[in-house]
């Protein structure tokens, strides 16, 4: 259970419980629409809601599917330098064997297509862990800027029926060029006119190189949750703010709640990974 922050006026979601493993987090939230209450899941179990005016709910989520996962096959392109590199498995790009490309500072675009086929109400992409900053777009769209985890977005209205492009732009930080340039002659260096270079020295963070981890780690998966609403007869006008979540919250006023793990394997969305 974890308690949630009271609200002035009666009625006020005050916890959430939910009946699962705590071995493994995936995350669910709680959302109003208007005069309803949700629970946005991407985990099977039951969710029991308790109101401060007594009222205590329960919503039960039978079964999610499966993640798709988009973490094999990517197309990266150092915009920067102007060079490509196929990525079969995805890891920090300070592993490639190409020096420029190992030691770059900068965007990194990350490209792919895959179709989807799902009647999905609701689509999000999960990057899983990445350094430093994404802005993603899917068939030319914008669909948001991610810089602190989760790194995940919604993008059901930019996938089409079928075929879709998938772009992800990475920026890590200078850190990389920095150390780089330590190690070349002045006058080898990209930054020659960065005064801090002499004084950079690697940090904790870095590896025996004194690079820090750069790009799209991963998994990059496609969750299609379940959104499960409360029945409106019990809801009260004050509910619940207008998000909480575990993982994250669109505005300030959301409070967090925890999320344990998911439970049997139920049939995946229908979605074919195209390699490029």
């Given amino acids: 259970m974890l308690p949630l922050r009271p609200g002035k006026e009666p009625g006020h979601l005050v916890a959430v419980r939910h009946e699962a493993r705590q071995d493994v987090e995936l995350g669910y939230r709680v959302v109003r629409d208007q005069e309803q209450v949700k629970v946005i899941s991407h985990e099977p179990g039951v969710f029991e809601l308790e109101f401060d005016d007594g009222q205590t709910q329960r919503v039960e989520v039978a079964s999610v599917p499966a993640p798709v996962d988009l973490s094999q096959g990517w197309e990266l392109t150092f915009e920067g330098l102007g060079k490509s590199v196929a990525m079969k ?11 420029d490309m190992r030691n770059y500072s900068g965007t990194v675009t990350y490209r792919k297509s895959f179709t989807w086929s799902s009647g999905a109400k609701l689509v999000e992409l999960d990057l899983g862990s990445l350094k430093n900053i994404a ?3 899917v068939n030319g769209k914008s669909v948001g800027l991610l810089w602190k985890p989760p790194y995940r977005l919604d993008i059901t209205s930019a996938l089409n029926p079928g075929k879709n492009e998938l772009a992800i732009k990475v920026t890590n930080l200078l850190v990389n060029r920095i150390t780089a340039d330590y190690a ?7 930054l020659a006119a960065f005064g801090a270079i002499e004084q950079y020295r690697p940090g904790v963070e870095s590896g025996k190189d004194g690079l820090l981890p750069s790009g799209l780690f991963g998994p990059v998966l496609l969750r299609a949750p379940v959104v499960a609403a409360v029945p409106a007869a019990t809801i009260p006008r004050t509910g619940v703010p207008s998000c909480a979540t575990r993982r994250g919250c669109a505005t300030t006023s959301s409070t967090c709640i925890s999320t ?11 979605a074919e990974v195209m390699q490029r």
């Fill in 135 to 137: 802005e993603v777009s």
């Fill in 89 to 99: 498995e995805l890891a920090s790009w300070t592993g490639l064997p190409d020096e």
């Fill in 260 to 270: 344990p793990a998911a439970r049997g394997t139920p049939k995946p969305p229908t």
């Fill in 184 to 190: 070349l002659p002045a006058e080898k260096r990209h």
